[in-house]
Nanobody, 119 residues
Framework: QVQLAESGGGLVQAGGSLRLSCAASGFTFSSYDMAWFRQAPGKEREFVAVINRSGTFTNYENSMKGRFTISRDNAKNTLYLQMTTLKPEDTAAYYC????????????WGRGTQVTVSS
């Protein structure tokens, strides 16, 4: 059974940092591109960052470049998102996702972890 389990969310003050993790199971993690998305209340889900299956390529939504870092450990079947200089507008539920096909749709999604940034 495929499972993506996010963790590491919480309440943090503006300017602070958090590290999210996404533990994957039930599929061959190293054969999938992985990504983070987020969704704030009343807003559309938005792309945060993506990393290719080998970890050699990453891409970020513009407003997160320089503040967020996506990484993965294929030996541990785990995806990470290091978030720094957090802003109140970063408050959202953060989801990890996996896709088998490069540039294709995302096949698997986690249930999310809440990040709340206070001003």
């Amino acid at each position: 059974q495929v499972q993506l389990a996010e963790s590491g969310g919480g309440l943090v003050q503006a300017g602070g940092s958090l590290r999210l993790s996404c533990a994957a199971s039930g599929f061959t993690f190293s054969s999938y591109d992985m990504a983070w998305f987020r969704q704030a209340p009343g807003k559309e889900r938005e792309f945060v960052a993506v990393i290719n299956r080998s970890g050699t390529f990453t891409n970020y939504e513009n407003s997160m470049k320089g503040r967020f870092t996506i990484s993965r450990d294929n030996a541990k079947n785990t995806l990470y998102l290091q978030m720094t200089t957090l802003k109140p507008e970063d408050t959202a539920a953060y989801y990890c996702a996996a896709r088998r096909t490069v540039h294709g749709v995302f096949d698997y999604w986690g249930r999310g972890t809440q990040v709340t940034v206070s001003s």
